[in-house]
């Protein structure tokens, strides 16, 4: 059966990182809702504005637009064989969406969860940049460009988020503890949690990662 790979973790747990190399390796689509989300916000529409204030304040964009965003990416072709969600679902309510369209689309739903601490979190977001050309993840206190604002690969000036300032930060942790973390026992209820520690190197966590999957999807 085709799967539908989904990463959880508090902001900053590096969700982005995984699924990408996990996208790397199986050929499945990375969606990432947080970069639709940010995509959509630039329009001059009042859907636009709408999105774009409440990602400024941290807080969750609506289930209505989540529903719509993730049904029509996950109905492209590209992700018949299977798909990994980056950021979604961030609610109870989300889950079942994901339940429901799972179902539809005759994909098994796994959970993988990355656990970190706080106090890294907050360095992460709030160093964090990216290369807008080509993606690259950087961050000044853990994995510094060579030249400072610049990407390594390409020579692109490097990006901050809007919502990476303390402000925005705290809102995000304070919607991942009571919207996000419940969906944790709701997964591991049905035996379909794959949990990591988050705070060693990518490539470690990613090896790990890869053998949890496989181990789950071979049983
Ligand atoms: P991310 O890039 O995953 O950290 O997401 C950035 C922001 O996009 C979040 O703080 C939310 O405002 C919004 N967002 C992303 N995914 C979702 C989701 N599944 N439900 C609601 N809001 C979301």
Redesign the pocket.
């Known amino acids: 059966m085709s799967r539908a790979i989904v990463i959880i973790g508090p902001?900053g747990a590096g969700?982005?990182t995984q699924a990408r190399r996990l996208s790397e390796k199986y050929g499945y689509p990375q969606i990432?809702?947080?970069?639709i989300?940010?995509e959509m916000a630039q329009a001059e529409t009042v859907l636009g504005q709408e999105i774009r204030t409440?990602?400024a304040s941290?807080?969750?964009?609506?289930?209505e637009i989540?529903a719509e965003v993730i049904r029509t990416r996950t109905s492209l072709p590209d992700c018949k064989n299977g798909y990994i969600l980056?950021?979604?679902?961030?609610?109870i309510n989300?889950a079942h969406q994901l339940e429901e369209l799972a179902e539809e689309q005759k994909k098994e739903v796994l959970l993988v969860r990355a656990m970190v601490h706080e106090e890294v979190l907050f360095k992460r977001l709030t160093g964090r940049s990216t290369c807008p050309k080509c993606g690259e993840i950087y961050n000044v206190y853990f994995r510094p460009s060579k030249v400072e604002g610049v990407c390594d690969l390409d020579g692109e000036t490097l990006k901050q988020r809007s919502?990476d300032n303390p402000e925005a930060v705290q809102r995000?942790f304070s919607?991942y503890r009571t919207a996000t973390a419940p969906l944790i026992e709701y997964y591991r209820s049905n035996g379909r949690l794959i949990e990591i520690d988050g705070e060693g190197k990518v490539e470690e966590i990613f090896e790990k990662l890869c053998s949890l999957i496989e181990g789950l999807t071979s049983r």
């Open positions: 902001p969700k982005g990432s809702t947080g970069d989300l940010r409440t990602l941290g807080k969750l964009v609506s289930d989540l980056d950021g979604f679902p961030r609610t989300q919502d995000r919607e």
